[in-house]
């Protein structure tokens, strides 16, 4: 048992008893496993990985076609996918064109034009406070999926197209050619309809299933530690996909050609779960839901009527809602673990309104930890600016008239902040710009409990494990020490205040426990 989120242990340091980091499973919120009595799963990018930039760039020349095919410059075909530009958690302009990555706040980090970056002057001819108001959900759209790093290029490469294109001209919240003005909202609007074409009627997953082999990864213990989930607890799957889609899918993740050898049967995809549920809309799921309908398995079709009966064996029902799920499986609120990729659909809705625990699978956890460990001199050199900052006000306070120099510094900091973004990819990491979170990032530590690279690091924990989280300091309990000195003087002064309003002498007190002595696992929320 212990925390999982510092960093590196040196020698007899209990942290060197902790699991390789690419096998770890990161905690925001204690969990004790053995209090799971359910686990659930989304599918795609859960337990079906895609296999990246294969499927990005399949993807991206598909939604090319779309776009061509109803009335865009065919030139644009000539844009190929790059996956070093893209991250998740961006934010798309409609009204200025601009790919924008901001920290929890709303404050810019970064801002692109196209696939030119905007510096100083230009940002505040757009940003006049480097500042955007995130709740206008009609300016700004986070993009916060796996299956948005398409569409954030796609974004970039249009961008890039028309302000380059001599037919057209620029303006700032589009482009005029003739009698003809093309916004950058009725851009987004063309890109989000070109999305749902691709997506959802179909073309993609009809090549995606054309050849699983080059798309899809196949990861032989994923069956392996759903067998061993479902002796502990009980299973289920909630996909936005249709049956025949999440089929297909999953009888080729969970087909074993060694069974076949050893002569014994096949034992079905179904079966690994106690309940299946396609077609869930979410993050409709979680709230009203729809019809709960029972699927004719040979047949794909939906019988009518809405399903009222008790939970059936290897059947697959579709619609439906979260409180359906918790119904037939005789399970609620924190007995549930689920697990997705989905920032908004997946993780926020099933806490804010099921109370469920949350898994966030994220995949480039892989390549953000790599940099992490091999760049370390740049996070350290950052780290010495900022010290080397306090030293020079240290002996200042309000009477000095001295101002020190610090314009080279903060060069420095800006320069040792780019290097450290270009590890990563042109837009950075998907965590952090320097040393500040990006939105992305506190979306992930305010509703995630848990988060790793994929969910088969269960295999390396037992499910009697109790996850710690690591104690979460505030500003100043990170910058004061502990010492007898420092907390006799702070008793020393406090004491007068405390006794003026009737507070007894500071003590130290403890979290709060449960009867089990875990410790609270509220997340404090409204």
């Given at each position: 048992?212990?925390?999982?989120?510092?960093?590196?242990?040196?020698?007899?340091?209990?942290?060197?008893?902790?699991?390789?980091?690419?096998?770890?499973?990161?905690?925001?919120?204690?969990?004790?496993?053995?209090?799971?009595?359910?686990?659930?799963?989304?599918?795609?990018?859960?337990?079906?990985?895609?296999?990246?930039?294969?499927?990005?760039?399949?993807?991206?020349?598909?939604?090319?076609?779309?776009?061509?095919?109803?009335?865009?410059?065919?030139?644009?075909?000539?844009?190929?996918?790059?996956?070093?530009?893209?991250?998740?958690?961006?934010?798309?302009?409609?009204?200025?064109?601009?790919?924008?990555?901001?920290?929890?706040?709303?404050?810019?980090?970064?801002?692109?034009?196209?696939?030119?970056?905007?510096?100083?002057?230009?940002?505040?001819?757009?940003?006049?406070?480097?500042?955007?108001?995130?709740?206008?959900?009609?300016?700004?759209?986070?993009?916060?999926?796996?299956?948005?790093?398409?569409?954030?290029?796609?974004?970039?490469?249009?961008?890039?197209?028309?302000?380059?294109?001599?037919?057209?001209?620029?303006?700032?919240?589009?482009?005029?050619?003739?009698?003809?003005?093309?916004?950058?909202?009725?851009?987004?609007?063309?890109?989000?309809?070109?999305?749902?074409?691709?997506?959802?009627?179909?073309?993609?997953?009809?090549?995606?299933?054309?050849?699983?082999?080059?798309?899809?990864?196949?990861?032989?213990?994923?069956?392996?530690?759903?067998?061993?989930?479902?002796?502990?607890?009980?299973?289920?799957?909630?996909?936005?996909?249709?049956?025949?889609?999440?089929?297909?899918?999953?009888?080729?993740?969970?087909?074993?050609?060694?069974?076949?050898?050893?002569?014994?049967?096949?034992?079905?995809?179904?079966?690994?779960?106690?309940?299946?549920?396609?077609?869930?809309?979410?993050?409709?799921?979680?709230?009203?839901?729809?019809?709960?309908?029972?699927?004719?398995?040979?047949?794909?079709?939906?019988?009518?009527?809405?399903?009222?009966?008790?939970?059936?064996?290897?059947?697959?029902?579709?619609?439906?809602?979260?409180?359906?799920?918790?119904?037939?499986?005789?399970?609620?609120?924190?007995?549930?673990?689920?697990?997705?990729?989905?920032i908004f659909g997946d993780i926020l809705k099933s806490k804010k309104r099921q109370g469920w625990r949350t898994f966030l699978v994220v995949p480039e956890l892989a390549r953000e930890l790599q940099v992490w460990t091999e760049k370390s001199e740049l996070f350290?050199?950052?780290?010495?600016?900022?010290?080397?900052?306090?030293?020079?006000?240290?002996?200042?306070?309000?009477?000095?008239?001295?101002?020190?120099?610090?314009?080279s510094i903060k060069r420095r900091i800006q320069k040792v902040t780019h290097e450290m973004d270009m590890c990563y990819g042109k837009m950075g990491s998907l965590f952090r710009c320097g040393s500040r979170q990006t939105l992305f990032a506190s979306q992930l530590?305010?509703?995630?409990?848990?988060?790793?690279?994929?969910?088969?690091?269960?295999?390396?924990?037992?499910?009697?494990?109790?996850?710690?989280?690591?104690?979460?300091?505030?500003?100043?309990?990170?910058?004061?020490?502990?010492?007898?000195?420092?907390?006799?003087?702070?008793?020393?002064?406090?004491?007068?205040?405390?006794?003026?309003?009737?507070?007894?002498?500071?003590?130290?007190?403890?979290?709060?426990?449960?009867?089990?002595?875990?410790?609270?696992?509220?997340?404090?929320?409204?």
């Amino acid at each position: 048992m212990g925390s999982e989120g510092e960093r590196g242990p040196g020698p007899g340091d209990p942290r060197a008893l902790r699991r390789d980091c690419l096998h770890r499973i990161f905690v925001n919120r204690s969990l004790a496993l053995e209090k799971i009595k359910c686990f659930g799963f989304d599918m795609d990018y859960t337990l079906a990985m895609y296999k990246s930039p294969d499927y990005e760039e399949l993807a991206f020349a598909l939604l090319l076609q779309h776009l061509v095919s109803i009335g865009y410059p065919p030139e644009i075909l000539a844009y190929k996918y790059d996956p070093t530009f893209p991250t998740r958690g961006l934010v798309f302009d409609a009204l200025y064109g601009n790919l924008l990555k901001v920290d929890s706040h709303g404050n810019l980090l970064v801002c692109a034009h196209g696939f030119r970056f905007l510096r100083g002057a230009e940002i505040l001819h757009y940003y006049p406070n480097k500042f955007i108001q995130r709740d206008d959900m009609k300016r700004f759209h986070i993009l916060n999926t796996l299956f948005n790093l398409t569409e954030a290029h796609l974004y970039a490469c249009l961008v890039d197209f028309f302000t380059n294109c001599p037919r057209y001209i620029n303006c700032d919240t589009g482009y005029k050619h003739g009698n003809l003005f093309m916004s950058f909202r009725s851009m987004f609007q063309d890109v989000r309809e070109a999305m749902d074409h691709v997506h959802l009627l179909g073309c993609l997953k009809e090549k995606t299933l054309e050849n699983l082999e080059k798309y899809v990864v196949k990861d032989p213990r994923v069956p392996l530690l759903l067998s061993r989930m479902k002796e502990v607890g009980k299973v289920f799957l909630a996909t936005n996909s249709d049956y025949s889609y999440t089929d297909a899918i999953m009888s080729y993740l969970f087909d074993s050609t060694d069974g076949d050898k050893a002569g014994t049967a096949q034992r079905p995809w179904r079966s690994y779960f106690d309940l299946i549920v396609v077609d869930t809309r979410k993050p409709l799921f979680f709230a009203e839901g729809t019809v709960l309908r029972q699927v004719n398995t040979a047949t794909g079709k939906l019988r009518i009527g809405t399903y009222t009966g008790p939970l059936q064996h290897c059947a697959v029902y579709s619609g439906g809602s979260s409180d359906v799920v918790c119904d037939l499986l005789g399970v609620k609120g924190k007995e549930i673990l689920y697990m997705g990729d989905h920032i908004f659909g997946d993780i926020l809705k099933s806490k804010k309104r099921q109370g469920w625990r949350t898994f966030l699978v994220v995949p480039e956890l892989a390549r953000e930890l790599q940099v992490w460990t091999e760049k370390s001199e740049l996070f350290e050199e950052l780290r010495s600016l900022d010290l080397f900052l306090a030293e020079l006000y240290q002996h200042l306070d309000s009477g000095s008239s001295e101002r020190p120099d610090i314009s080279s510094i903060k060069r420095r900091i800006q320069k040792v902040t780019h290097e450290m973004d270009m590890c990563y990819g042109k837009m950075g990491s998907l965590f952090r710009c320097g040393s500040r979170q990006t939105l992305f990032a506190s979306q992930l530590m305010r509703y995630a409990d848990l988060y790793a690279a994929s969910f088969v690091n269960f295999l390396y924990y037992p499910f009697s494990y109790l996850f710690r989280a690591p104690p979460v300091l505030m500003a100043h309990e990170s910058t004061v020490e502990h010492s007898r000195g420092d907390a006799g003087e702070a008793g020393a002064a406090l004491a007068p205040w405390l006794a003026w309003h009737g507070h007894p002498s500071p003590q130290v007190r403890a979290a709060p426990q449960d009867s089990s002595g875990e410790e609270e696992d509220d997340d404090g929320e409204a």
